[in-house]
């Protein structure tokens, strides 16, 4: 008998492999509040708290959903206690493979959420995990008819853009990747993943100024408007740094500048242009996109506290708060130059 008992507990630990844990604070059972839409774009290392509480309030008290594929239940104390927001619960889902997007009881639970948070990690688990499954069909359903507030930071952001850097080969940094833009490793994917408003055509990146990510992210634009034959945007947050946009397309910017010396930054291929395709764009050669000195038009915002400055999503044009710069490539080297508002229609 003792020898069956023992024989059963060791298959049991050998069999057992859950596919998730999930950690709840709050109420167990489902509350329906009608949520305010809108979407927290958040670049890494550290929440800002007002960012954060924008983004709990527009749960309007309904159930939080934070979903990972790595880390515990960081947040669900965070947002459920120390932000002074109510809401009905805080539950955090981590993910440990793909079979976890098939289990009922998680897709009830992203049904349910009036606000869902991407934690950071490794956005390549979060698109092999979730793209083309019940998950994010759901999450879009749920954007567009439920009007859920959506918000993510540092590979949690990264996602969110309808043009994404998956990571699915592994990172890259701006000189590798201007150095040679056609590298396997710049993978820039357009299949359908998450549909959210404002962020169509936009490519998203994080750990802005403190990485040096801005080359590599001229260098995913560059890919995109090649091999897709998008005219993409993109918007980046340094760390520390929130945009968040409203269900009217207004990006408002939370940080901590001056204290600390950061931005925000929106990106655009110069609408002036007749032609704005790089000059060179060739495998194993040093990307050259300069237009005379004119490629790319930048509103870089100093992010303050309290959310007082923002850009427009609906024109690209009108903003408070920031400075228009120039972006262009020179064999391989990222420079920039002071410059004014985009002229066009």
């Not at 008290?61 to 104390?77: E, F, H, Q, T």
Request: a negative charge; glycine letters at 8%.
């Amino acid at each position: 008998m003792i020898i069956t008992i023992l024989a059963f507990l060791v298959q049991s630990c050998l069999f057992h492999d859950p596919a998730y844990t999930s950690y709840i604070v709050g109420d167990e059972a489902d509350v329906k509040t009608s949520p305010m839409g809108g979407v927290c774009l958040m670049g890494g290392a550290d929440e800002d708290d007002e960012a954060m509480r924008w983004f709990l309030q527009r749960a309007n008290g309904g159930d939080v959903l934070v979903l990972r594929a790595s880390g515990a239940d960081g947040y669900n104390k965070y947002m459920f206690e120390t932000l002074g927001i109510e809401v009905n619960s805080v539950q955090s889902i981590v993910f440990h493979d793909k079979r976890a997007t098939y289990d009922p009881y998680i897709q009830q639970q992203v049904a349910n959420a009036e606000a869902i948070w991407f934690a950071g990690g490794n956005q390549w688990n979060y698109v092999r995990f979730w793209r083309g499954t019940p998950i994010d069909s759901i999450i879009n359903a749920n954007i567009k008819h439920k009007k859920i507030v959506i918000g993510g930071l540092s590979a949690g952001m990264a996602i969110m853009g309808s043009i994404y850097f998956s990571a699915e080969l592994s990172s890259i940094q701006s000189p590798e990747a201007l150095q040679d833009p056609l590298s396997d490793t710049i993978s820039v994917d357009n299949q359908p993943f998450l549909n959210i408003s404002f962020l169509q055509n936009v490519i998203t990146d994080t750990h802005y100024a403190q990485r040096n990510r801005q080359g590599r992210h001229v260098a995913f634009l560059a890919k995109a408007y090649q091999k897709f034959g998008i005219n993409a945007k993109g918007i980046a947050c340094d760390e520390g740094v929130a945009v968040c946009i409203d269900i009217n397309g207004k990006a408002y910017m939370y940080g901590a500048y001056p204290e600390q010396d950061h931005s925000a930054y929106f990106i655009q291929v110069n609408c002036e242009l007749k032609d704005g395709n790089p000059e060179v764009y060739m495998a194993g050669k040093p990307l050259h996109w300069s237009k005379n000195a004119s490629a790319l038009k930048v509103y870089q915002i100093k992010a303050e506290p309290g959310g007082k400055f923002y850009f427009d999503l609906n024109d690209w044009k009108t903003g408070s708060g920031g400075e228009w710069k120039n972006w262009y490539v020179e064999n391989g080297e990222l420079k920039q130059k002071e410059s004014s508002k985009p002229i066009c229609k």
